[in-house]
């Protein structure tokens, strides 16, 4: 393009560490100025470090918007904090470590189920064994777990926890669930095993505890609520006439807090109190209506302190739209007011925070416990295990046009599921066979591994000419090895076996080849898609293409822990960075898109369970502007391969804008590629027309729009 001082101006307010000399390089040499500020950081992504670009975990850059950045959002400084903020706060400090010791000692008492805390009996109280030691620090973080319940508690229930070391142990619910440990004598040094039929014992019966308790609790909440809407009021400086003062200044009146949690020790003069204590009627409406008052304030403030503007509230506004969660929301308002203000303080109505995805802790990584007392948010919280869990089922089960109560199966029944869908796999048809396939190719098995076909429904908005594509790639430590099976007794896992398979790392180099390939010849871009790759860090691998492909693969770096939200987080900026003038970068909630950013369609391999994949799929339940495909890697006849595929698939079926894919075993690369083709174009692509698309590349022109 022949650049203009307007371009040369604009392409300097996006990017405005370039001079005029550079602006005027790189618009010289591109088709539009997007394609320009594209090249350029590419360039500026190349010259800062030899390894490509890395966001690392413990580099905090989360209050340094990007320097494209076109519109930051006012109120950059703005901070806002409540009980439950600060309690996630000091839980935080040391969750991850607390979770680090337990799998160490797990580890080390060779218990692989990650439910089972190690047992070792002995007739000395002072055992100086890591079991005890851990039990210790359990113990010391009693104080820390009686500021998270105050915080998380609901009217008319008790705090308890599971340590020796305090009499709050006797009103634990789960202390008459059997333990997976058989009885032993007192006396023995050795660490106690648990056996199958113990474990199953223990799981039904924390199945039935959950449900009974569960649905006790929420009726008793339910009962609580105000009798009748605390928004009808005759006091001008409280009421509120429409939707959009909702959020308006209130007065000096402060929240009330919850109700303390109940006291271990009943009163003897309990009755007596009771009966000295009789209200009249007007004291009694007095009372009621104070507690309203209240209650209203609190949730007013609350909503100002969380959402200080015009700007912040349409975002927000807009976040409960695109989730389908708005009417559930203001039906918890009128009606619900208790379980409403519960929810509004841990964040269940707005985006996820975009330092949350950058932390190593964040409060959606917070376990949830029900034998030890750890609780979750809402009333019904036993039986998921950490707060992202919960949170993502309730905005499933709370989404309009949701038919049903999406419950997350429990253990047993995820097992039993798993299992039927493993024994669902068929062959694979043969027109897909193919000598080239890595499989073959590394004289591992000359058949194919049965397939669970899941049938593709084409949905709504297929793939049009300004989508973009990126390819989001797992290169966590387990890649670089052949999948892992767990050895089951019952529900015990007494180990693991490796499938006789390729590597992770090489299935992926085989499907992301003949997948690239096929969506270049679809696109006619010779240029290829953008490669991120992730563990505990994210890099950026630059375009990937049937030309540079040998070239790109070699570099990249397997090994770490797998960490999906620094790879998003590296997949929106670069898309940002490319597509800054139509959109804003918001302090808090990070990039928001604007009705001209282009739709990303996303990749992502995956080869096992991502610990923050439930927080993933939060961030996409308010964007409208991202379609995703998840393809999973899996060992053959691998049930815990298929309890994630039942679960990913949930998510899928509650999602219109993911769709999913997985396979086990010595895989037919083929259909797999097919399949994936489907889904990222989302339109029923033909046998005929794949074939024509897989074929060997040639030199295609650039794609010119």
Request: hydrophobic share 35%.
């Amino acid at each position: 393009m022949l650049p203009s001082r307007d371009d040369i101006a604009k392409f300097i307010s996006i990017a405005p560490e370039a001079n005029e000399g550079t602006a005027l390089r790189f618009l010289e040499g591109a088709e539009t100025i997007d394609d320009a500020i594209s090249r350029y950081y590419e360039a500026q992504n190349e010259a800062i470090t030899p390894s490509l670009p890395t966001i690392d975990a413990e580099v905090d850059i989360r209050n340094c918007p990007p320097p494209y950045a076109r519109s930051v959002i006012r109120e950059l400084a703005h901070h806002h904090t409540n009980k439950f903020i600060e309690a996630a706060e000091v839980r935080s400090k040391d969750e991850q470590d607390m979770k680090a010791a337990l799998h160490g000692i797990q580890q080390a008492c060779r218990i692989f189920n990650k439910d089972i805390e190690p047992e070792h009996t002995t007739q000395f109280y002072n055992c100086n064994c890591d079991v005890h030691k851990y039990k210790d620090r359990k113990a010391a973080r009693l104080h820390i777990q009686e500021i998270w319940s105050k915080a998380v508690i609901y009217p008319g229930e008790s705090a308890y926890h599971d340590s020796h070391s305090s009499a709050l142990i006797m009103k634990n619910p789960y202390s008459r669930v059997p333990s997976p440990f058989p009885v032993t004598t007192p006396g023995t040094y050795n660490k106690a095993k648990p056996t199958p039929s113990g474990y199953s014992q223990h799981l039904q019966r924390m199945v039935q505890l959950n449900a009974t308790l569960n649905a006790a609790a929420q009726a008793v909440i339910d009962s609580k609520e105000p009798a009748s809407t605390i928004w009808d009021s005759e006091d001008p400086e409280t009421s509120v006439p429409n939707e959009a003062d909702t959020t308006a200044s209130p007065n000096t009146q402060q929240p009330a807090e919850n109700p303390p949690i109940e006291s271990s020790k009943p009163s003897a003069f309990g009755s007596l109190k009771k009966m000295l204590s009789k209200k009249t009627p007007e004291e009694k409406a007095e009372k009621a209506a104070s507690h309203t008052r209240e209650l209203r304030m609190a949730i007013l403030e609350e909503e100002q302190g969380r959402w200080p503007n015009q700007e912040w509230r349409q975002l927000v506004i807009v976040y409960q739209e695109t989730a389908g969660t708005s009417q559930k929301i203001a039906d918890l308002r009128a009606r619900c007011p208790i379980q409403y203000l519960h929810l509004l303080r841990a964040g269940y109505f707005e985006p996820i925070p975009e330092d949350w995805a950058k932390s190593t802790s964040n409060p959606l990584r917070l376990s949830i416990d029900a034998v030890g007392g750890w609780r979750g948010v809402t009333p019904g919280w036993r039986g998921y295990k950490d707060l992202a869990e919960e949170r993502l089922y309730w905005v499933s089960n709370n989404t309009e046009g949701i038919v049903g109560n999406k419950m997350k199966p429990d253990v047993i029944s995820a097992m039993n599921m798993a299992r039927y869908r493993m024994e669902s796999a068929i062959g694979t048809p043969a027109e897909y066979f193919s000598r080239d396939d890595i499989c073959k190719a590394q004289s591992i098995s000359e058949t194919y591994s049965k397939q669970v076909m899941t049938p593709f429904r084409p949905l709504r908005e297929p793939a049009a000419p300004l989508d973009e594509t990126m390819i989001l790639l797992e290169v966590s430590e387990s890649m670089n090895s052949a999948p892992l099976r767990p050895n089951h007794n019952e529900h015990l896992i007494t180990g693991y076996s490796a499938s006789k398979q390729p590597k992770s790392k090489d299935i992926a180099q085989a499907i992301v080849r003949r997948f690239s390939q096929a969506m270049i010849n679809h696109d006619h871009d010779s240029r290829g898609y953008q490669l991120v790759t992730f563990a505990d860090q994210a890099r950026y691998m630059g375009h990937i293409n049937h030309q540079n492909f040998e070239q790109i693969w070699p570099n990249i770096r397997f090994g770490g822990e797998t960490r999906l939200m620094l790879g998003w987080q590296r997949a929106k900026e670069l898309h940002f960075q490319k597509h800054s003038r139509t959109a804003i970068y918001h302090p808090m909630y990070g990039w928001q898109a604007g009705p001209q950013t282009p739709i990303l369609r996303l990749l992502i391999v995956l080869d096992g369970e991502a610990p923050d994949m439930n927080e993933f799929q939060l961030d996409l339940l308010g964007l409208s502007w991202v379609y995703v495909t998840i393809f999973l890697v899996g060992a053959e006849q691998c049930p815990n391969h298929h309890r994630l595929a039942n679960e990913l698939q949930i998510i899928s079926n509650t999602n219109p804008r993911v769709s999913f894919l997985d396979a086990q075993g010595n895989m037919p690369e083929r259909f797999i590629a097919h399949e994936l083709l489907k889904r990222h174009l989302r339109y029923n692509v033909s046998f005929a027309d794949f074939e024509t698309l897989e074929q060997a590349m040639v030199d295609l022109p650039s794609y010119v729009e």
